[in-house]
């Protein structure tokens, strides 16, 4: 009866009913969730924008002295405008010394000299009309090119900076004089740094395979050795360049019976001699055994013009080998070639095709001709590269155009366009010179001269370093929270 009456009743109980749907609840997890992303999302790009804009680093130093204190974002600037690969301990030396050179230009009441001043002008323009051409902003390419937080002003106060340290350098190089006496002492104290030889190379590199075996390569070494005592006992320079060529063309009828050498193919040939000029004082500074070989026979004081000397290199087990043969041309001297100061305008292949080069060099000639004085020779060298050449030699070691030129009787504005294996040059002769050996003890004298002065200025306008501010630099990345 009980149990009948307990299922009866539970049959009859009311069934459990699902809760009613919370939808303000939901709404309000919603919107808080928005919300939240929208914060985490507002804080990274706050975070982003703040991290790109630098200001966490702009007050970095690096350097500073009495009236000048250089940044981080100026250094990311100046670094990475360097060479890849460029010592960033290296970069910061030199900055250092162009402040001590800035603070001892302030202190005489130096200028920025109107030329100098055009030439950062042109500068910051050239960096505003790359951002343009890009499509971004100023401070967004910057940023990009040279490092978080870098700023246009940045770029302006560091130029300015070092083109007054560049005056500053030029006029105490300028201002040194050294005197004639002390020239001739110099050279007399120091005659074994000033003695010379002169002589013709050529190197045949051994065709060596891996498949030859050591008897086979033996055999093509001594091949190679053997026109290599041909050419030691030609008659005079001009023999010796001549064989040279009928060996190449040889070499390469060789490979292909039915080829033949062109004009050109002998021109580049003969340029492969190379004319060298060893000095006394590089071979006591040299510690290579097989230099030190030349060297030494090189200065043997019982050499004399048509001496030679063959000099075998070889590996077998790596497949290399080489023959030099060394013709001497003029034995041990005091050099007393007169030397030349004259600009040398450069249109380098590096940067114009070679018509470019050859056109550029005929308009820097016009231009100069239109104009001839020397700030005309300055702009062009500024447009187009090279500069004021001081004591040039005129000797062989020099481009064969150049050298002929130099060697005839030259007057001041006399001008030449020739053409190098760097690019095509217009020249302009400035002015004759002392004896290549007394030229040298000048620069020398001049450099001691100079350094001197430069450690009176390290000491006079100290400059503090900061070390830890530029070592992790490549962390001034721009972008998405790259750290």
Known sequence: MNSQNKTKKSANAPLRQPKAVNVKRIVTVAVSAVLLVGVLLGALLGLNAYRNSGKGIRDVVVLKSEHFTLTLPMYSYYFRSMDKGADKDLVAM?????LALYEAALADGMKLSEERHRALIEQLEALVGAAEKREQSIDEFLSLQYGRG?????IADLLNMTALAAEKDEAMWNGISIADGDIKQYCKDNSEQFLFCDYLSHVFTVPLNGKMTTEEKEQMVALYESYAKRLAECADAEAFAEMVISYEESFAKDAD???????????????????????????QQNSDSVLKELNSWLFDGDRKAGDSKVLPYTNLEKNSATVGVYYMTRPLYTNSDPTHTLYDITLSFDKYTKAAAEANAEKAKNAYLKNPTEATLATLAGQYGGGLSEYVAHTSELDADLYGWLAQVRKAGDTLVYEASDGWHMVCYMEEGIAECYAQAKNILKADAYEAVMETYRKAYAVTVNPASYTDLPALRYGWLIF
């Not at 030199?94 to 162009?98: G, K, P, R, S, W």
């Not at 870098?150 to 940045?154: A, G, M, R």
């Open 257 to 283: 019976p039915d080829a033949l050498l062109t004009d050109a193919d002998k021109d580049e040939i003969r340029a492969s001699i190379v004319f060298e000029r060893s000095s006394y004082a590089a071979y």
């Open 150 to 154: 870098v700023k246009l002003s940045d």
């Open 94 to 98: 030199a900055l250092t010394e162009q």
